[in-house]
């Protein structure tokens, strides 16, 4: 009897580590990340797309500037050759937002001195299965652009059972593939500037 009740109690325990630890996951839903100014968002989410999205709850984020959907559903996501891809099947660790403002000096340009405020949203992502990867997605709205990149702190595999805790399995890696995407709402014209070799120009021509 002593043995089933202490058996009974470690799996109360063992179920109430993992409430504790699952409680601890962002679950927020749409993530946005506004320009200084509003006119600008970055959304991102977790969710399944239709056809011919890939299947499964993957990343995506859209762009609206000034009430215009500028990209759509656009995915993210990186691929690491023999130690597969982070794409989907994520769970979001933590969400941490700054405002700040860049300073510095072009000394070479029209405009010697740039000023750019921006608000910054730091989403720390992890996958849910082994080897579970963790990274971060780092995104800016600026009043002129917004900006994204990723980061991938230095992991090594020292448990078996991720957690909020867990800080990833990855100590080097090679990238191999990007599955970033720029999805435009409707078809577009690109148009390309040329340059010709070696001769002094500010990038302002017509093209």
Avoid: W
Avoid at 14 to 36: D, F, Q, W
Avoid at 85 to 111: A, C, H, R, T
Avoid at 137 to 160: C, M, S, T
Avoid at 168 to 185: I, N, Q, S, V, W
């Amino acid at each position: 009897m002593f043995n089933r009740l202490a058996a009974l109690s470690a799996s109360m325990l063992t179920l109430a580590l993992l409430v504790i630890s699952c409680a601890r996951y962002y679950s927020g839903g749409v993530i946005e990340v506004n320009s200084p100014d509003g006119k600008i968002t970055f959304s991102f989410e977790l969710k399944e797309m239709p056809e011919p999205y890939p299947a499964g709850e993957n990343m995506y984020y859209r762009v609206i500037y000034d009430g215009n959907e500028l990209l759509r559903d656009s995915p993210l996501g990186l691929a690491f050759g023999d130690d597969g891809i982070v794409l989907g099947n994520l769970v979001i660790m933590k969400l941490s937002e700054s405002s700040g403002v860049e300073q510095f000096d072009m000394p070479f340009s029209k405009q010697s001195s740039v000023r750019a405020e921006y608000n910054q949203a730091v989403i720390s992502l992890r996958e849910k299965n082994i080897p579970a990867k963790t990274f971060d997605l780092i995104v800016r709205a600026y009043n002129d652009g917004v900006a994204f990149r990723y980061h991938f702190p230095e992991q090594e595999p020292k448990i078996k059972i991720p957690s909020a805790e867990h800080s990833g399995f990855m100590k080097e890696f090679a990238l191999t593939d990007e599955f970033t995407g720029y999805y435009f709402p409707q078809d577009v014209e690109a148009l390309g500037l040329f340059i010709p070799l070696m001769t002094p120009h500010n990038y302002e021509e017509c093209f």
